[in-house]
């Protein structure tokens, strides 16, 4: 949309003017890129030629290498002062090697990332490097909204509807009015039938100093950020509900239903046993969500709840898939993994309705645009 607080322009005019491309052309070509390094087999051809999309102009696909490729040297040098064993930024930023035997897709996750996300970046340094600091903190918190807005979005699928209609589901705002403005509250509660899912969402990413150079304390201000501060409002919202539910539902169920709180980060993040150890000591440590009415914490990342989306759309309940996880004997790994280990591979069963439709949508449009074969892309 567009908004004075950009300057009046689009996400998508900012990124055209930071990257050369129109946004389409850019997403095209990272998929046919990436495609071809998911569909590779034995025996089928490695690397892939220039032309390998023949309706684009060569003038775009050149655009688009400068942006998202290296040359075998042009890698040597990035590589040549790693900031830690861990440093993979280079093969982020450039998940594509020119060689004089053709393109060699070094990873198609890094690429489908570089096309997506990767935009956000290309806006912030190309702000930062014309505009100056304040644009660059503007766009920073532009995407912050779209990030929780999509969300949003997608957690809203999984409420379900009363008989008059409405969406069982509760915002901010409904809460503060339940609850007094003074009580922290959550962004989101939806009504689970045996139970309530309370959401928080944060659109946050992890400093490089994080990812990258693992520093403590650059760790310990990431979770602050991103799963401690929405932990206390979760903390408030969850005891609010098992105290006086009938205040926002208007029923008061008896017993007091259990309340699952989930903390939906809007990027990448890692699960792992470390990081799980770390968030349950500061929560036990502050003595939060500890009602035994309050299931165990969920903390998932925007592809998990998109996963859930489509599993519930399917007709799975929240709080079993949640309780499958947490006794699972991997819930300190994340819920991707525990997903996967008991639905398989069926990403099309992870895709809800509402995220098929805009798919499918966007679909649709590169094969217009291109002339692609649909079946080439589903």
């Not at 050369?20 to 890129?33: K, N, P, R, T």
């Not at 939806?190 to 760790?219: C, H, W, Y």
């Not at 993994?337 to 008991?342: A, C, I, S």
């Amino acid at each position: 949309e567009g908004s004075t607080y950009l300057g009046g322009r689009t996400p998508a005019e900012l990124a055209q003017a930071a990257i050369g491309l129109e946004v389409e052309d850019f997403l095209a070509l990272g998929y046919a890129f990436a495609a071809h390094a998911m569909c590779w087999e034995p025996g089928r051809p490695l690397y892939v030629p220039e032309n390998h999309v023949p309706n684009i102009e060569s003038e775009k696909v050149e655009r688009f290498l400068e942006l998202v490729s290296a040359t075998p040297g042009e890698m040597k040098e990035l590589l040549a002062n790693p900031r830690s064993r861990w440093d993979f930024i280079a093969f982020q930023q450039r998940p594509i090697l020119r060689t004089d035997n053709g393109l060699l897709v070094l990873d198609w996750r890094l690429l489908f990332e570089r096309v997506t996300g990767g935009l956000f970046w290309d806006v912030h340094d190309y702000l930062k490097a014309t505009e100056g600091e304040r644009s660059r903190l503007q766009w920073t918190q532009k995407w912050g909204g779209i990030v929780e807005a999509m969300v949003e979005e997608q957690l809203a699928t999984l409420a379900p509807v009363a008989l008059d209609g409405q969406k069982l589901i509760w915002d901010e705002d409904s809460l503060g009015a339940a609850y007094g403005q003074g009580t922290k509250c959550c962004d989101q509660v939806i009504d689970a039938g045996r139970a309530l899912v309370a959401t928080d969402i944060v659109s946050g990413q992890l400093k490089v100093a994080t990812r990258v150079e693992g520093n403590p304390t650059a760790f310990k201000e990431d979770l602050e950020k991103l799963v401690f501060k929405k932990i206390r409002q979760l903390d408030d919202t969850a005891n609010n509900l098992i105290a006086d539910e009938k205040a926002l539902t208007g029923v008061s169920p008896k017993p007091p239903r259990p309340v699952y709180p989930v903390v939906a980060i809007g990027s990448a993040f890692s699960r792992n046993p470390v990081v799980s150890m770390v968030i349950e000591e500061q929560r036990d440590n502050e003595g939060l969500l500890a009602n035994p009415l309050v299931r165990p914490l969920s903390v998932i990342d925007l592809p998990e709840v998109e996963m859930l989306a489509g599993l519930a759309d399917g007709g799975a309940s929240i709080p079993d898939l949640l309780d499958g996880w947490h006794q699972s004997g991997i819930a300190d790994m994340s819920f991707r993994n525990h997903l996967l280990r008991v639905f398989g591979r069926n990403y099309r069963g992870f895709r809800s309705a509402h995220l098929k439709q805009t798919v499918d949508e966007i679909i649709a449009n590169l094969c217009e645009r291109y002339g692609f074969d649909p079946q080439d892309i589903t």
